[in-house]
């Protein structure tokens, strides 16, 4: 009985860090599904960016605010986390740091998209 309880308690333990939420959700948006943030912001990835290093300074942080990270945000699966250059843990997908657009006022705009041509909708 006691190795059944055990067996249990192992079972629950791995599939609970299994399903473990991801930071951000896919949304419909008009330039098709993109990755959102909890509010339903969208993100963005940008060009300049290194695999695991953001290049957003923090003048560029003003207008693209980085994808913070909570305190306790553990990297999963094509989730990372990387440097801003604001000190904190930001999000990062398949490597490329997220951010959100500061023109994009409501949930699932798209203002960001191509901007400078080196922004574009994380998917």
């Known amino acids: 009985m006691r190795t059944m309880f055990i067996a249990i308690g192992?079972?629950?333990?791995?599939?609970?860090?299994?399903?473990?939420?991801?930071?951000?959700?896919?949304?419909?948006?008009?330039?098709?599904?993109a990755l959102a943030d909890e509010k339903g912001m969208v993100l963005y990835t940008f060009?300049?960016?290194?695999?695991?290093k953001s290049n957003c300074d923090k003048d560029c942080l003003k207008k693209w605010p980085a994808f913070h990270a909570g305190a306790k945000a553990k990297a999963e699966g094509e989730w990372?986390?990387?440097?801003?250059?604001?000190?904190?843990?930001m999000w990062a997908y398949e490597g490329k740091p997220l951010y959100t657009y500061a023109d994009d006022k409501k949930a699932g705009e798209t203002n960001g998209d191509g901007v400078g041509g080196v922004w574009h909708l994380a998917k």
Not at 47 to 52: H, M, S
Not at 80 to 89: C, M, Q, T, W
């Open 10 to 33: 192992v079972l629950s333990a791995l599939t609970g860090s299994a399903l473990a939420a991801d930071p951000a959700k896919m949304v419909d948006t008009k330039m098709g599904k």
């Open 47 to 52: 060009d300049k960016d290194t695999k695991g």
């Open 80 to 89: 990372s986390l990387v440097k801003a250059a604001d000190g904190k843990e």
